[in-house]
C-alpha cells in the first residue's frame, strides 16, 4: 500500500496517545480521528512524554500564565479506536501553533534511511483537545514500569534489582500490579 506524502487532518475531532502490550513491553500509538477519517502512527514513549511537556509549554506561552485550558482533564474517553492499524513508525514528532486558527499541530514524519522522503501526518487541534491530549499522554507514560528512586533504572516486576548508587546491595522491589 502506497501512502501520500501527507495526510492533514484541518481540524481532529479526537486525539490519544495510548498503549498495547504489558508494561515493559508496550508499544505506543498516536491516534487521530477528523469524521471518518482514523489515523494511527506508532511512536516511542519518549514521544509521547516530550508531546506531553512541549503541548503543555506551549498553551502555558499562549495563555500567559493562565494554568487551565477548558478540557483539559480530558472527560471523553482517550482510548485507542480498534482496530488499530498503523500506517508508520515515527521517526521526528513536532509540534507547531497557527495564530490566525488559534490551533496546534502535531507533526509526525515518518521513520526512513536518510536518502528516502517518508509520510508525513499533521494533526490540527484546537486548544482544549490538545490539553487533554497532553494530560492522558503524561498519565499513560507514568503507567510503565517503576524506576529505581536512587539509579533511576528501571525495575522488572518481581526481579531482584542491583542499584549501583546502593553500593551492590541486592534489593527485591515489590511492583503494583
Keep these: ?3 501520500p506524502n501527507l495526510i492533514e487532518l484541518e481540524a481532529a475531532d479526537f486525539v490519544t496517545v495510548d498503549t498495547i502490550g504489558p508494561p515493559g ?3 505506543f500509538f498516536l491516534q487521530a480521528a477528523q469524521e471518518t477519517m482514523l489515523v494511527t502512527v506508532v511512536i516511542e514513549k519518549e ?3 516530550a508531546l506531553s511537556i512541549a503541548i503543555r509549554s506551549m498553551l502555558e506561552q499562549l495563555d500567559q500564565g493562565e494554568t487551565e485550558v477548558e478540557g483539559e482533564a480530558g472527560s471523553a474517553d482517550m482510548g485507542l479506536i480498534h482496530p488499530v492499524e498503523p500506517l508508520f513508525r515515527v521517526g521526528q514528532l513536532g509540534l507547531g501553533y497557527d495564530e490566525t486558527q488559534d490551533m496546534l499541530v502535531i507533526m509526525a514524519e515518518e521513520l526512513t534511511r536518510e ?14 483537545l490538545m490539553a487533554a491530549l ?6 499513560v507514560v507514568a503507567l510503565g514500569r517503576p524506576v529505581c528512586p536512587l539509579c533511576n ?25
Aim: with cysteine; net charge positive.
Design 115 to 128: 536518502e528516502e522522503q517518508g509520510s508525513r501526518v499533521h494533526i490540527w487541534g484546537n486548544r482544549a
Design 47 to 49: 514521544h509521547a512524554a
Design 153 to 177: 533504572e528501571v525495575i522488572d516486576s518481581g526481579e531482584v534489582h542491583v542499584c549501583i548508587k546502593d553500593n551492590g546491595r541486592k534489593r527485591l522491589y515489590k511492583t503494583k500490579s
Design 1 to 3: 500500500m502506497s501512502l
Design 25 to 27: 513491553k508496550r508499544t
Design 134 to 139: 497532553a494530560h492522558h499522554a503524561a498519565t
